[in-house]
């Protein structure tokens, strides 16, 4: 979410040197940006927050975008060698309504958040999402289905998946399905050799490859997750399923339209802002959704 961001920034502001300071497997987001960003990767589990800090250069403002304790530590460290220094605002109080259900409107997205803090930096951003965003091909083709998440609270249940891409088959649509590990390859393996049509390209590809392959895509199924970001960044439609987890927290793909979630309206839902918390009844009813509902909204 914070690639469009920087993008943007630095387009608008090009006699500024921008680093983007994150983890060495984020390098490929920003491997096509404009000349004046830099890409600072670290590996945080071999190189401990004293020795990140250390090597870093001086800088005049530090817009923290994470706030969390290994980016206040940096920030801290910026700041006594006299970066002006902004973190993002969060807006916990906020979202802990939203979950509670006291309160039931969008708030405001993390892209404007991010916003937010490069104008307490004296950078105030003027974009829209359409600028920030990579042109699609014209023409897309195949339907692109990312079935997994890092919590379950975010996963449709992978047997009604699974019929959506047989359905899909059916059609005589090209369906490629995405994912990451080691488990997730076996299934999405198991899934391309079962039915017609269905190809994995699970942990076949560099990051920059699978963007490229999402943005000559028609549509992209995908739960909320990376997936969805990716295909909001290559400007590809993308049809999002929702659980645990709400579009009105402010994680909704940056371009995606509301109408394309697909979620069901439960007064228990959102249980939860990141969709890590085990279902109170045991059953994650906020994913009983139909396959068939998927494939309407797909050719909608």
């Known amino acids: 979410m914070l690639a469009p961001i920087v993008r943007a920034t630095a387009e608008q502001y090009p006699e500024v040197e921008i680093t983007v300071l994150s983890q060495e497997r984020m390098a490929d987001l ?25 090597g870093l250069d001086r800088f005049d403002y530090v817009a923290d975008m994470h706030g969390v304790w290994r980016s206040r530590y940096i920030r801290i460290r910026t700041a006594l060698r006299g970066a002006r220094v902004r973190t993002i ?7 802990f309504l939203l979950i509670h259900g006291m309160v039931h ?10 916003t937010d803090v490069l104008q307490k930096l004296g950078f105030p ?6 600028s920030c965003i990579m042109p699609q091909h014209t023409g897309g083709n195949g339907i692109g289905v990312a079935p997994f998440a890092a919590h379950q ?51 076949q590809y560099s990051l920059v490859q699978e963007l490229e392959l999402i ?34 927290a402010g994680f909704c793909g940056i371009g995606q339209q509301e109408s ?12 939860s802002v990141y969709g890590n918390k085990p ?22």
């Open 105 to 114: 409107k969008p708030l405001k997205t993390t892209t404007v958040r991010y």
């Open 89 to 95: 605002h969060k807006g916990r109080i906020n979202k």
């Open 30 to 54: 920003f491997a096509c940006m404009p000349a004046n960003v830099r890409f600072h990767g670290v590996d945080i589990h071999r190189t401990s927050l004293r020795e990140i800090a250390g």
């Open 125 to 130: 951003l003027l974009y829209s999402e359409a």
């Open 260 to 271: 394309d979630c697909v979620q069901l309206d439960l007064k228990c839902r959102p249980c």
């Open 153 to 203: 609270g975010k996963i449709y249940p992978l047997d009604r998946m699974e019929k959506v891409v047989e359905i899909l088959s059916k059609k005589g649509e090209k369906v490629v399905l995405f994912g990451g590990g080691r488990k997730e390859r076996e299934v999405l393996e198991a899934w391309a050799a079962k039915y017609p049509g269905v190809v994995s390209v699970a942990g």
């Open 279 to 300: 279902c109170r009844f045991g059953d994650y009813r906020c994913m009983d959704i139909a396959p068939e509902e998927i494939i309407h909204k797909i050719y909608d």
């Open 215 to 248: 943005r000559g895509l028609r549509v992209m199924v995908s739960m909320d997750s990376a997936n969805m970001h990716l295909a909001s960044l290559a400007g590809t439609r993308v049809i999002s399923i929702w659980g645990a987890t709400h579009p009105y």
